[in-house]
T-cell receptor, first 112, second 114 residues
Framework: GNSVTQMEGPVTLSEEAFLTINCTYT??????LFWYVQYPGEGLQLLLK?????DKGSNKGFEATYRKETTSFHLEKGSVQVSDSAVYFC???????????FGKGTRLHILP | NAGVTQTPKFQVLKTGQSMTLQCAQD?????MSWYRQDPGMGLRLIHY???????DQGEVPNGYNVSRSTTEDFPLRLLSAAPSQTSVYFC?????????????FGPGTRLTVT
């Protein structure tokens, strides 16, 4: 079946460190891929997306590249800030499917 | 443009009580869904709707009912609350599904069943 696997958290980093959160997927067909972010006490909001192989999504200094050969969509940021502390969800949708499939989320703590 | 709104923000119920969680969106989205979020479990889909008058079950539908009489509203009913339904509930909407459209989430309802 279709699924998303992301690295277990929590991930704790110091401010200005480099961030990678791994995400791999299994899908029949050609999915669109997403990263959502959930700040404390809030709902999820879209961080970035990519709709086809080799596309790079970017927003707020975060980037992720759709790698079909490794079925991955890893989230990266060069220099994290305390305000990036949140839970990050990788997700996919498939054409003509009614559902979005989420990973279990990765909690990120950034220390000042 | 309010986006997706949910009421109430917090609710405490006793076992066996019923209640309705409200969800509304003002973006004319066809697709709406309900999720529950539990620690370590991520988001689990309860029910969803691809348009007014059409609903379907998700991953964890037992104990919940939905209806979609208008495009804007998608209430979630708990028929007889149980402690296992203690969770944070999120409503979401999207212009379409099975495409690259993003989902818009409400702020959530934190429900405790004692």
């Amino acid at each position: 079946g279709n699924s998303v696997t992301q690295m277990e958290g929590p991930v704790t980093l110091s401010e200005e460190a480099f961030l990678t959160i791994n995400c791999t997927y299994t899908a029949t067909g050609y999915p669109s891929l997403f990263w959502y972010v959930q700040y404390p006490g809030e709902g999820l909001q879209l961080l970035l997306k990519a709709t086809k192989a080799d596309d790079k999504g970017s927003n707020k200094g975060f980037e992720a590249t759709y790698r079909k050969e490794t079925t991955s969509f890893h989230l990266e940021k060069g220099s994290v800030q305390v305000s990036d502390s949140a839970v990050y969800f990788c997700a996919l949708t498939l054409y003509r499917d009614d559902k979005i499939i989420f990973g279990k989320g990765t909690r990120l703590h950034i220390l000042p | 443009n309010a986006g997706v709104t949910q009421t109430p923000k917090f609710q405490v119920l006793k076992t066996g009580q019923s209640m309705t969680l409200q969800c509304a969106q003002d973006m004319n989205h066809e697709y709406m869904s309900w999720y529950r979020q539990d620690p370590g479990m991520g988001l689990r889909l309860i029910h969803y709707s691809v348009g007014a008058g059409i609903t379907d079950q998700g991953e964890v539908p037992n104990g919940y009912n939905v209806s979609r009489s208008t495009t804007e509203d998608f209430p979630l009913r708990l028929l007889s609350a149980a402690p296992s339904q203690t969770s944070v509930y999120f409503c979401a909407s999207s212009g379409a599904q099975g495409t690259s459209y993003e989902q818009y989430f409400g702020p959530g309802t934190r429900l405790t069943v004692t």
